[in-house]
């Protein structure tokens, strides 16, 4: 549908900037929830391609974010810890964190502090010429992070609930 007001010119100006279509930059999106246990880190390292960009925002808790050095010595660095208050109802005050960007390349992960559960959002930018399809299948390799492991089905989430099968007896008793 066309409503005439110029949006559509305006968002093509948009992508025709970043010298690419809508598809393309879909591709190069990618969205992950993390939600960890109280002091718990997260059980595999991430990492994204060079000249990814990686934003971040706590949802709820509190969780240190940092990443991990290559060489023989793993270590962190870059170690930042944040905390959001819990909200309550009297106060008036905005308890909203800002987000954060890391770069693609070393690896980084998470860990909630131990104040309880934590959640995280994360929004990875990858570079032009790189799809989310093929940055992302060594995280599909890994068991820690793949959702067919799960006990769960997270493609059933979002259906209607079907009832269990009736066995024969009762289907040939309300037939008749």
């Known amino acids: ?73 793993k270590r962190r660095t870059g170690e930042r810890t944040s905390i959001l208050p819990t909200q309550d109802t009297n106060d008036n005050t905005d308890h909203n964190h800002k987000a954060w960007l890391q770069y693609g390349g070393p690896q980084r992960n998470y860990q909630a502090v131990d104040i309880g559960p934590c959640a995280l959002l994360e929004l990875t930018i990858l570079p032009k010429g ?27 989430m979002l259906q209607f609930y079907n009832p269990p099968n009736q066995t024969k007896s009762t289907t040939q008793k309300q037939q008749q």
């Open 130 to 156: 790189l799809t989310m399809d093929s940055s992302m299948s060594q995280v599909q390799n890994n068991k820690n992070n793949d959702v067919n492991t799960f006990p769960w089905h997270p493609q059933r």
């Open 1 to 73: 549908l066309d409503d005439d007001d110029g949006d559509d010119d305006d968002e093509d100006d948009i992508f025709i900037k970043i010298q690419s279509t809508k598809e393309e930059l879909l591709q190069r999106l990618g969205l992950q929830l993390l939600i960890m246990p109280s002091g718990s880190t997260f059980p595999t390292n991430m990492q994204s391609p060079p000249g990814s960009l990686v934003y971040g925002q706590l949802l709820y808790g509190g969780a240190t974010r940092f990443r991990i050095l290559p060489g023989k010595l």
